[in-house]
């Protein structure tokens, strides 16, 4: 996926929100399994993911799939691109995910010095339940960074 934005921190304030809904395909809890190495039963094994949590649909979404899924977040949506990740602090995940479930991410800006922010992230089912927070610290991209961004856009004929 491309990139949708490309906010410096001077394009933002404390109490701004971006929502984004997410949702996890079979495919993919394979696919990061595969690559972080990640063989729990529960990831691969619809029965051992019931033996586990009663009544549970399939397989369970790894949490650091949804965790490296809300940073992509940071990387194409908010901020966007050019940003440099600091820290991801997750909290505890409060419930199980599955393939197909929606969740809703939202991120808010909750402090920033120069260019470096700082955000809260809530993450909740669509029914607005609880799964889980993280707290995260952020450079955005500057000027001249966004600039290129801008014309790279350009060139390729896509929206700044």
Avoid at 30 to 43: A, F, T, V, W
Avoid at 75 to 102: H, M, N, Q, Y
Wanted: with cysteine; net charge negative; aromatic share 6%.
């Amino acid at each position: 996926m491309r990139s949708k934005n490309c906010l410096t921190s001077s394009m933002l304030e404390v109490g701004q929100r971006h929502t984004a809904r997410i949702t996890f395909s079979r495919e993919q809890v394979n696919r990061y399994c595969e690559l972080s190495g990640d063989h729990n039963s529960i990831h691969s094994d619809a029965d051992a993911a019931r033996r586990r949590f009663e009544g549970a649909p399939d397989v369970v979404v790894p949490g650091g799939l949804m965790q490296i899924a809300v940073t992509g977040i940071f990387g194409t949506e908010f901020p966007g691109d050019g940003c440099l990740g600091l820290s991801f602090e997750p909290g505890r995940i409060r419930k199980p995910l599955f393939p197909g479930d929606e969740i809703e991410v939202v991120i808010e800006v909750t402090r920033i010095r120069g260019p470096m922010i700082e955000v809260d992230v809530t993450v909740t089912d669509i029914e607005g339940a609880a799964i889980s927070t993280a707290k995260s610290k952020m450079v955005t991209a500057d000027d001249a960074y966004r600039q290129w961004w801008i014309e790279q856009r350009s060139v390729q004929g896509l929206p700044a």
